[in-house]
């Protein structure tokens, strides 16, 4: 099994900055990658980022330039790291890592439970 942790959110004025964490910890054999997402009130689960087990990242739009995505493999975490933020970036941010574990299987998705993000003054 794989548990997903998620941490570093909390209350950030307009044109702050945050870095979200993610741990996947159990028995992991590999991590393929691992994304973010955001679900704002009222609104659907959108994708932030992702990055793979070659470091390949990719951004959705509405980033802009303003989020960085890394990892480090050795110790199963990703980071994203959020500058200039908006009000729009008010969200639950949740991570998910394709991975598999020990013992064999095929790749799963493991979810956290999600950190809040609010952007306000």
């Known amino acids: 099994q794989v548990h997903i942790v998620e941490s570093g959110g909390g209350l950030v004025q307009p044109g702050g900055s945050l870095t979200l964490s993610c741990v996947a910890s159990?028995?992991?054999?590999?991590?393929?990658?691992m994304y973010w997402y955001r679900q704002a009130p009222g609104k659907q689960r959108e994708f932030v980022g992702a990055?793979?087990?070659?470091?390949?990242?990719n951004y959705a739009d509405f980033v802009r330039g303003r989020f960085t995505i890394s990892r480090d493999s050795a110790k199963h975490t990703m980071y994203l790291q959020m500058t200039n933020l908006e009000p729009d970036d008010t969200a639950v941010y949740y991570c998910?890592?394709?991975?598999?574990?020990?013992?064999?299987?095929?790749?799963?998705?493991?979810w956290g439970q999600g950190t809040q993000v609010t952007v306000s003054s």
């Open positions: 998910d890592a394709r991975a598999s574990v020990v013992g064999g299987g095929l790749p799963k998705d493991y």
């Open positions: 159990g028995t992991i054999f590999d991590i393929y990658a």
């Open positions: 990055i793979t087990n070659t470091n390949a990242v």
